[in-house]
């Protein structure tokens, strides 16, 4: 189906998000259904931004107050999810505004509420108005929004920041001070970085000072860069994290005021003194670091916080796992949020480089150091991440050879490519990453002792995906990225996948619920008839093999045939209104259910509803014969 645009072809922001809108299946004449947080998992958003809530209120919600009080305008906060988590304002919405739940907890990405300032915001990564007919939803047509993404200082989008307004047309100047408002979020931000001690703003003119729109330059009590916004990056030719203030504006920086003669800059030099005061915040290393990166799984965000504490201090770190669990995904996390953030990321899958080819691509070549070889020679994966982070994937797999090049790499900081006689100094964070047990296979002469000992600075495990807490919460999330429409998980599906042991893990879990979503097109609920038949068998599986419930209905189902109803026991006829019928649905994963409720029937009548016995005769506990019965309706 063609739909035609009524909107300026130069918009090309907003074609492209009408167009992502009719592909996440919507209807501009039906008001989509709405995904809200319910009551805890709003409460742990609360949680997990309650800095960034406190800044915005502190520091851009009094210059919206000021410009907007006399309208019927409200300021709204959302994070990256596209969760509304605040908002000021109008202390009631009209009824119109009601209609379209522009409420705290709501998702406003663009594939559940088609073109709007929040959900394009956050997709485009730029400020956008979309006003009045530019809504892809025609009930959404009344109101002006307009928004602008908020950045961390490591580049990490946080959220967006939106003002929405049912009667007043927004135009250029509303866009204007929702940029204003969310870059005093984001100096703010800047200005709370661990060990920030001084400000300097810089500008060419002393007017601009104070303006907003001023380089500002975050340094340590030493005069180290801990972080800067990208006009300062643009006046001090990419200064960057970690480098001395002296070093781009002299040694005078330091004093309140002054001009830089060789850059032709007037500077603003004070003292950061952030007290935990009404209207401030004090946020510490480990809250800044926080800030958008929380895991819920318990074994997780250990693990992030004790991995965090030594990158910064140059510690190599062991990340081990199993295939699939998401190292890579940690460590670019990592990355995102350290110092060395502005320098390269460069991971290196050991597995996947054939064993003659290990050296030359980790540590460069001279030309004409083999045949075949570049004419120019290659500087090499370790100088390349010279400044940043090198990841070595599946360490286990490196052949003896080049284990005992890289460890000469690691004790002596520089790198020797083949064919060469001369050194490179390079200074890289070093990452290495394995599914295998590193300690036996050093017993097993396999992996070099002295190299396992150096790599091994700090070793942290991610745990498995069946061992996570948060599964149901990821199944859910892979659900939602992969659904063509509006869709739910039927219960009996949802708690095959929970119990399915998944070797695969996250790859295996993302890989079947891509193939599900797909089998089931626009269907509204998504069941185990929509897998192929492979894997229907396989989660079935599972559900027999998992434990403590799996060696219940293993037991249940052995059971069954030594189960004969003797003459006076009750009849399967007399309990059947009591039975729960969703249980003892025929089709798919669920006759796996009927079967076994039909065990636990007939073990029961046999025994003139004796719970001991019943369990006896089931070898199961009473307690599991308990919960069985209560399921089936046979016990209060």
């Known amino acids: 189906m063609t739909v035609k645009l009524h909107f300026p072809s130069t918009q090309a922001w907003l074609a492209d998000s009408w167009q992502r809108s009719i592909s996440a299946g919507l209807s501009e004449f039906q008001l989509p259904q709405e995904l809200r947080l319910d009551a805890s998992e709003l409460k742990q958003k609360h949680e997990q931004y309650q800095m960034l809530i406190a800044l915005v209120q502190s520091h851009a919600l009094p210059l919206f107050n000021q410009l907007m009080a006399h309208s019927n305008s409200r300021l709204l906060l959302s994070d990256a999810d596209g969760y509304v988590l605040r908002h000021w304002g109008v202390s009631r919405y009209s009824t119109k505004l009601a209609d379209v739940a522009l409420d705290i907890g709501v998702n406003w990405l663009e594939q559940h509420k088609g073109t709007n300032a929040i959900g394009t915001a956050l997709t485009a990564k730029q400020a956008v108005s979309v006003v009045g007919e530019q809504h892809f939803i025609r009930l959404n047509r009344f109101m002006s929004c307009t928004a602008c993404p908020i950045f961390s200082p490591q580049g990490e989008m946080l959220g967006v920041i939106d003002i929405t307004s049912e009667q007043q047309r927004h135009t250029q100047q509303t866009l204007m001070l929702v940029s204003s408002l969310a870059q005093q979020v984001e100096t703010a931000l800047l200005c709370h970085l661990p060990d920030s001690h001084y400000r300097i703003d810089l500008a060419a003119q002393p007017n601009l000072l104070n303006s907003g729109w001023q380089g500002i330059v975050i340094a340590d009590s030493d005069g180290r860069i801990v972080g800067c916004n990208p006009m300062a990056k643009q006046l001090l030719n990419h200064a960057k994290v970690g480098d001395t203030v002296e070093q781009y504006l002299g040694d005078n920086w330091s004093r309140a005021g002054g001009f830089n003669q060789h850059l032709a800059l007037h500077l603003q030099t004070q003292s950061l003194h952030i007290p935990s005061a009404k209207g401030r915040v004090a946020i510490s290393n480990k809250s800044l670091n926080q800030l958008g990166v929380r895991f819920r799984d318990p074994q997780l965000e250990r693990a992030w916080q004790h991995a965090n504490k030594v990158i910064t201090k140059q510690i190599p770190l062991l990340v081990l796992g199993e295939t699939g669990v998401g190292k890579e995904q940690f460590v670019k996390k990592l990355h995102a949020q350290s110092a060395r953030r502005t320098e390269p990321l460069v991971a290196v899958n050991c597995a996947a480089l ?176 929509h897998l192929p038949d492979y894997l229907t068998e396989k989660l079935t599986c599972s559900a027999l093999n998992a434990e403590p419930l799996g060696a219940e209905l293993d037991a249940i189902t052995r059971s069954g045939s030594a189960s004969s109803p003797k003459r006076d026991s009750p009849t399967k006829e007399s309990l059947a209104p009591r039975l729960n019928s969703t249980l003892l649905a025929p089709a798919g994963a669920n006759s796996l259910h009927g079967a076994i409720y039909s065990n636990v029937l007939q073990a029961y009548q046999a ?28 016990k209060a």
């Open 354 to 529: 054939p064993a003659e080819l290990v050296e030359s691509e980790l540590f460069g070549y001279q030309a004409g150091a083999f045949t075949g070889a570049n004419r120019t020679g290659f500087i090499g994966k370790i100088r390349q991440a010279h400044g940043g982070f090198l990841f070595l994937d599946e360490i286990g797999e490196m052949p003896l050879a080049a284990q005992s090049r890289l460890l000469r790499v690691l004790q002596e900081r520089e790198v020797v490519p083949v064919g060469s006689n001369q050194s490179f100094k390079v200074d890289i964070q070093i990452i290495a990453a394995t599914h295998m047990d590193l300690e036996k296979q050093v017993t097993q002469g396999l992996f070099r002792q002295d190299l396992f000992y150096r790599l091994n600075g700090l070793q942290v495990r991610l745990p498995a995906l069946r061992e996570r807490q948060d599964i149901e919460r990821i199944i859910h999330k892979l659900h939602r990225k992969h659904r063509i429409a509006e869709q739910d998980i039927c219960p009996e599906l949802l708690a095959l996948l929970m119990q399915h042991d998944w070797p695969g893990n996250l790859r295996e879990l993302d890989n079947l619920m891509q193939v599900a979503c797909l089998m089931a097109e626009g269907d509204k609920i998504l069941s185990s008839q």
């Open 607 to 634: 025994c003139d509803g004796n719970v001991s016995q019943c369990a006896k005769r089931l070898g199961i506990s009473r307690n599991a014969l308990y919960r069985k019965l209560k399921q089936m309706g046979l």
